[in-house]
């Protein structure tokens, strides 16, 4: 699985990215997975669709997911 630095500790996720809505809303759609670092403490992992495919999420037209976010670098990483 990949890893991340945060704030200078070294993450793993533990899930592939799948990809979410706030609240079910068309246009919010985001990825997002679970991490862990060497303790055992969990975070989760968000990356940003790129802005040039929001509008082509939700139609029928096949984007490949590796294209569809900077997926080296998260738009957040959250302990919790």
Do not use: F, H
């Not at 991340?4 to 079910?24: F, K, P, R, S, V």
């Not at 303790?39 to 929001?54: F, L, Q, R």
């Amino acid at each position: 699985m990949e890893k991340y630095n945060y704030e200078g500790t070294e993450i793993e996720l533990t899930q592939d990215a799948y990809i979410t809505t706030i609240n079910g809303e068309v246009g919010t759609e985001y990825y997002t997975a679970a991490a862990e670092d060497t303790n055992g403490n969990e975070y989760i992992v968000t990356w940003s669709i790129k802005e040039e495919y929001k509008e082509m999420i939700n139609s029928e037209e096949e984007i490949p997911e590796d294209m569809l976010c900077d997926w080296d670098n998260p738009s957040d990483i959250r302990k919790i």
